[in-house]
């Protein structure tokens, strides 16, 4: 019988009824690092993280008591310890059975480190995608930037040399109050200037900086603003964007930057259909459903073509001559991973596009009153329930 | 004798006017205010007559610079462009002196300047400006 099960690529425990280690297979040797002859007759809670091993004794007995099963017959993910000290996840199902000797528990263990990192793997992959994204359409727009900072600059040094002049010509004509109060107020403007420069540097690292994604309280409307003023660097300023901004707006749980990359893919996208176009305009708007946030991008432009329509959100799909087709599987992804959706009219026959995110928002007083119904309004990622062994 | 209608139209947001004796006008077509006022503030104080306009369509509603002024335009307003402004420019019996700014990268600018071959007499400047190519220019 034991050889039989140390050919089993789980890891398999029998306990008895006073959770002592009666089994402990060779795949459990491999996971945990202990022969099995170092833990025979010893407790199972050995093999628990301290928060659980106390009570574990006590979910045997409870379970002998009242036959209420908080782990038996179904697979939970728990942590477990390696003799060296260190946690590892797996997967446990527990089994019962009724021998001449008393009742015995069976654990099966598959352990989930790697399954684990490949999971965590991918989450950073995916930010890194999202950022290599925000990146390359900030390379896009890299002329465009140096166009704008080059407007600033331009204004400083003018400015300066302006005042420069008057205070020299002062030295011969002597100050006069009026006169001064022109310098400073030149003086004024070239600080204003310089702030502008100084808030397009600003805008710009905050989206090639990397960190990890965040959470935090944000409010849509001036996030949203900040995106636009930045996707209209080097873009047609004929075409007029409307904003039309939601009223109170509970904050948002998001990351800042990933929904501005949303606002800029989107609005860009909207820029480029309206090119060329007469009364080219681009209507945002930010609005409330009972769960959502929601924001809207529409254009005026000639809609989504019907060959484009299909697999639309996939990534390298592009009807572009030098797009990416990055922008709208990037949107999208954000959107989901912050428990959201990205959906799309496509408009068409004289309608533009139109594209509206909907984002869960989760305010502290809304979290208390369905504190019962979580999971479906609860942020993105819920926290780590706490499991019980 | 200044080229601002009655009721100047909403873009020529700014026009200025000092040192009468100074015959010689100067035209400033940029749609960036700070840039605009900038420059502005510069040629009032050089003491020259000034004109200023956020876009191209003000400044051909307005009356037509003499052959004597000069017209810095920059190239890259939103509705009629610079390059048009300047071609509409050069079409006059007696052009101005015409400057064109931008501060665009360089294989832009030689695009939209392209369409001006021929049209000898166009000087270009880039930005950031300073002070010294204006007043060279004057
Ligand atoms: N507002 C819009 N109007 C019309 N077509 C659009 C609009 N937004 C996106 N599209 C279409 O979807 C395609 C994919 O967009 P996107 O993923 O942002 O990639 P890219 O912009 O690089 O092509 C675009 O090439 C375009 O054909
Ligand atoms: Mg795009």
Redesign the pocket.
């Known amino acids: 019988m034991a050889s039989v099960l140390d050919t089993a690529v789980d890891g398999i425990i029998i306990i008895d009824e006073h959770a002592r280690m009666m089994m402990f297979n060779k795949a459990c040797e491999r996971m945990f690092g202990y022969e099995a002859a170092e833990v025979i007759g010893r407790n199972v809670s050995m093999l628990t993280p301290p928060e659980h091993a106390e009570v574990h004794d006590g979910y045997v007995e409870a379970y002998k008591r009242t036959g209420h099963r908080k782990i038996i017959g179904i697979g939970r993910e728990v942590r477990a310890k390696r003799k060296d000290g260190t946690y590892f996840p797996i997967d446990l199902s527990v089994g019962e059975a009724i021998t001449p000797e008393g009742r015995q528990f069976i654990g099966i263990l598959r352990d989930l480190t790697a399954r684990k990192e490949t999971e965590r793997r991918l989450t950073e992959l995916q930010g890194d995608l999202i950022r290599l994204a925000r990146v390359s359409a900030l390379d896009e727009m890299g002329s465009a930037i140096a166009h704008e900072l080059n407007q600033p600059l331009t204004a400083i040094i003018l400015y300066l040399q302006a005042v420069e002049r008057e205070l020299r010509r002062a030295k011969d004509t002597g100050h006069s109050e009026e006169a001064d109060a022109r310098r400073f107020a030149i003086i004024k403007k070239a600080q204003g200037e310089a702030q502008r420069a100084g808030s397009i540097i600003q805008r710009i690292r905050q989206l090639v900086e990397k960190r990890g994604p965040e959470r935090k309280d944000v409010d849509l409307n001036h996030l949203v603003d900040d995106a636009i003023e930045l996707t209209q660097i080097g873009q047609d300023r004929i075409v007029n964007v409307v904003r039309d901004y939601g009223a109170d707006l509970p904050m948002l749980q998001a990351d800042p930057v990933q929904i501005q990359q949303i606002v800029v893919?989107?609005v860009?996208?909207?820029f480029?259909?309206?090119r060329g176009r007469e009364g080219g305009e681009i209507i945002v708007s930010t609005s409330l459903d009972d769960r959502h946030l929601l924001l809207s991008?529409?254009?005026n432009?000639?809609?989504?073509?019907a060959e484009?329509l299909d697999g639309?959100?996939q990534?390298f799909?592009?009807?572009?001559r030098?797009?990416?087709?990055?922008?709208?599987?990037?949107?999208r992804t954000i959107a989901q991973s912050h428990g959201g959706e990205l959906l799309?009219d496509?408009?068409g026959s004289d309608r533009?596009?139109?594209?509206a995110v909907r984002l869960p928002f989760l305010s502290a007083q809304l979290s208390a009153e369905s504190a019962a119904d979580a999971g479906t309004l609860k942020g993105p990622r819920p926290s780590e329930p706490k499991r019980e062994v | 004798m200044i080229g601002i209608k009655a009721s100047p139209p909403p873009s020529a947001m700014r026009a200025r006017i000092t040192g009468t004796q100074s015959v010689m006008k100067i035209h400033i077509i940029e749609d960036d205010w700070g840039v605009r006022d900038a420059l502005v503030e510069l040629v009032r104080e050089l003491g020259y007559t000034v004109l200023a306009f956020g876009d191209g369509e003000s400044f051909l509603q307005a009356d037509m610079p003499a052959p004597d002024d000069l017209v810095l335009v920059d190239l890259g307003l939103p509705g009629i462009s610079g390059v048009d402004v300047i071609k509409r420019l050069k079409r006059l019996p007696a052009p101005p002196h015409v400057v064109a700014i931008s501060g665009q990268p360089r294989a832009q600018i030689e695009r939209s300047m392209r369409d001006l071959r021929g049209d000898s007499g166009v000087r270009l400047l880039r930005k950031p400006l300073v002070s010294e190519a204006i007043t060279a220019l004057l």
């Open positions: 893919n989107l860009r996208n909207a480029e259909a309206v991008v529409e254009d432009g000639p809609g989504i073509a484009m639309l959100f990534a799909k592009t009807g572009k030098s797009g990416m087709g990055l922008g709208l599987a990037i949107s799309v496509p408009g533009g596009a139109r594209f």
